[in-house]
């Protein structure tokens, strides 16, 4: 899985800064990311992951620098960004699924609302990709009475069915039980094998090695060091790449 696919990338942030009050948590950030690549960024708490990937599709402004999804500059606000804002679907650590809807609805919302797909339309689809997922039996019920695994995977398929060009995951499987990750990790490893462009924040340094074209490794607000899975895990180029994988693959 290690090829890297070709073309103009299809997510471009070019010299992106962010800062919280006094604190400098994106600093000069330059990425690409190519159409079907998988990109994976890890790096200890506080280095600024979530806030790349959540700056991605504008959840938190940048004071400088610029992003573009497909050619195209993300805008601060109004219409276009919220056009753009449809093309990057986004998986957190929370679900974030309706309580008050079925899962059927859940998934179909979008689709029927932002993408004005006909109500049928939508349906059928929601029901291919629920079954993608591997919760086709649970259409009717509602998120309480799915496992935690079962709705991030609902949550999933609710992102596909906006047909993003994008998905994002902000540590996806943090907030589940043990064994419950892996049946959210297959589902991804899935999608990446189909070609889906995905940008993924994890601790998971297994679906890092599976599924990743790219591990980007991050400290205090900087890209430190990227590289191809089997060289980044093998042979480290920076002392904090080192140390900090010394901490983790130890046990």
Same mark, same amino acid.
């Given at each position: ?6 073309? =103009? ?13 006094? %604190? ?56 276009? %960004? ?9 998986? #957190?650590?929370?679900?974030? %699924? ?29 029901? =291919? %990709? ?38 994002? #995951? ?12 892996? =049946? ?40 430190? =060091? ?17 140390? #900090? ?7």
């Amino acid at each position: 899985m290690t090829s890297r696919p070709n073309g =103009e990338p299809l997510v471009r942030l070019s010299g992106v800064n962010k800062w919280f009050g006094e %604190l400098h948590v994106l600093q000069d950030i330059d990425l690409d990311i190519a159409r079907g690549e998988v990109v994976v960024v890890i790096g200890p708490s506080g280095s600024g992951k979530s806030t790349l990937c959540r700056a991605i599709n504008r959840l938190e402004p940048i004071e400088k620098g610029e992003i573009s999804i497909d050619g195209e500059r993300l805008p601060d606000e109004g219409k276009d %960004l919220a056009r753009l804002r449809a093309d990057v679907g986004m998986v #957190f650590q929370s679900f974030n %699924l309706f309580a008050h809807k079925t899962i059927l609805e859940n998934v179909t919302l979008g689709p029927v609302k932002v993408r004005k797909k006909p109500k049928a339309d939508a349906d059928k689809r929601a029901r =291919e %990709l629920l079954d993608r997922v591997g919760v086709s039996a649970q259409v009717d019920k509602y998120p309480a009475q799915l496992s935690g695994g079962q709705q991030q995977r609902v949550a999933i398929a609710r992102a596909l069915a906006m047909e993003p060009k994008v998905m994002l #995951f902000d540590e996806p499987t943090s907030a589940l039980d043990p064994e419950m990750i892996n =049946e959210v990790l297959d589902v991804m490893v899935g999608l990446a094998k189909d070609g889906m462009t995905m940008v993924v924040v994890t601790h998971e340094m297994g679906f890092a090695r599976r599924a990743a074209n790219r591990v980007v490794f991050m400290d205090e607000g900087r890209i430190v =060091e990227t590289a191809e899975p089997e060289t980044f895990f093998t042979a480290p180029k920076s002392e904090r790449a080192k140390d #900090f994988l010394s901490k983790i693959l130890t046990h």
